[in-house]
């Protein structure tokens, strides 16, 4: 089914994308191939054409518009299920180094799947972040980490900081409620070695409203994190 390129181009353009046939060529296809998994294993609620060219594709590049991404550096996606943010802004930006993290190796293998066929280079990883973000080889090792899922911003950032490089971000998209969130969550921030740098308001095509924080890190993260995940969902940071 894929997506209507023409729209795809069109909305991108009106953000500042301006995505190339071979660009539009793998949304499209990544498109088909998300929805054709998804009757195999629950990815997206979200199936519609118009709705994943402006939910799922289009609110994943607006990352890019959230900060200055310098050429060549790493990002990590923390529990990126299908892919997003970080596939849509590889396809942008072939030249970020891309690692996808998910804990539930049905996905993993979907986006081994999918970035062979599209033709993008990324590194998809079978693990839990409270697991990984202890592992020398991850932890501490990224320029930029990212998630965009439902979970509250202070248990996020206790999943999603110990992967981040001192003087690197964790940039997370969130939805309206960005700055409650963003409030609530300033402990939790300080303690795990960062601060908040800005937050970012966008209104996506169809009207509904994004805000995307951007938190960098200042200093190492305390050894202690992130816990185990029992307790950081029992007992967020505050």
Known sequence: MGIDKAY???IAEDYGFYLEQKQLEQLDLYADILVD?????NLTAITEPQEIAIKHF???MLLLKSIDVPDNISMIDVGTGAGFPSLPVKIVREDINVTLLDSLNKRVKFLET???EIQLDSKAVHGRAEEMGRKQEYREQFDIATARAVANLAVLCEYCL???KVGGVFIALKGSDANNETEQAKGA???LGAKIEDIKEMILP???SRGIVIIRKISQTPTKYPRQSAKISKNPLS
């Not at 998994?37 to 294993?41: L, V």
């Open 8 to 10: 795809m181009k069109m």
């Open 37 to 41: 998994w998804n009757e195999k294993i």
């Open 58 to 60: 289009l609110d994943s």
């Open 114 to 116: 999918l970035c062979s």
């Open 162 to 164: 110990p992967f981040v």
């Open 189 to 191: 921030i300080h303690i």
């Open 206 to 208: 169809d009207g509904s």
